[in-house]
């Protein structure tokens, strides 16, 4: 009964580099959200993901940052020329159906950890 | 989304109840209360929600005041491996879960 999966759990770029970051959902979610939490601060929401469909994209950066949840395989967030200031734990969840109702619990991975130098 | 507030810390000796408060006066009719840990640097841990009545799972009771506007989470018997910040997040039917401070519970032997 896997949960959430994220890799790598650790990352290292320097700046300039891209870093790709990838989610596998729970088996049966077909929901992905990526968060964000830089150091001594609160996650915050970044992305939200169906198959092939961004829903809502309103907490991603406007340069620079992208994700995409193919028919098949995991979730990735790209992060392209990154900057010291990317430096953060990116965590991922998922869900069985959409946002509304109770039923929408999500659930969420391990966590990437992006250290740029 | 409603606001939540909730105490900065608290401590719990072990083997006793955590009852972590949380105020969420501008709740409305169809928002539910979640509560989530995350214990150091590890991915938030779901732990239980509920929209009126009071809810108990094998993790924790939720008490939801009648009025909606408080709620009170319950670790019956913490652990030293309870010491984690506490969540409690009002969601509507949106998409984001907005993690404010939280609550650092450390218990203590």
Redesign the interface.
């Known amino acids: 009964n896997a949960g959430v999966m994220q890799n790598p759990r650790h990352l290292v770029r320097r700046r300039g580099q891209e870093a790709r970051l990838r989610c596998s959902p729970m088996k049966g979610h077909s929901h992905v959200y990526w968060y964000r939490q830089l150091p001594e601060e609160g996650l915050k929401f970044m992305v939200y993901l169906q198959k092939e469909n961004i829903i809502d994209e309103s907490g991603m950066p406007k340069e620079r940052f992208s994700a995409e949840f193919p028919k098949e395989g995991p979730s990735i967030l790209r992060i392209q020329q990154v900057v010291r200031g990317d430096s953060a734990a990116y965590f991922c969840a998922s869900s069985k159906r959409g946002a509304s109702g109770s039923t929408d619990t999500q659930y969420f991975g391990p966590g990437t950890r992006l250290t740029v130098l | 989304d409603a606001k939540t507030t909730q105490p900065p810390s608290m401590d719990c000796a072990e083997g006793r109840a955590a009852n972590l408060p949380c105020n969420h006066s501008t709740i409305s009719g169809n928002e ?1 209360v ?1 509560w ?1 840990r995350q214990i150091h ?6 732990i239980i ?1 509920g ?1 009126k009545n009071n809810e108990t799972n094998e993790m924790a009771s939720l008490i939801i005041t009648e009025d909606r506007k408080s709620s009170t989470l319950i670790l019956p018997h913490a652990t030293l491996r309870d010491t984690a910040v506490y ?1 409690c997040i009002v969601k509507n ?10 609550t650092s519970l450390l218990v203590t032997p």
């Not at chain 2, 039917?93 to 404010?100: M, P, Q």
Request: aromatic letters at 32%; zero cysteines.
């Open positions: 539910y979640y989530y640097s590890q991915g938030p841990q779901y929600h929209l969540y039917s949106g998409y984001a879960l907005n993690f404010g401070k939280g």
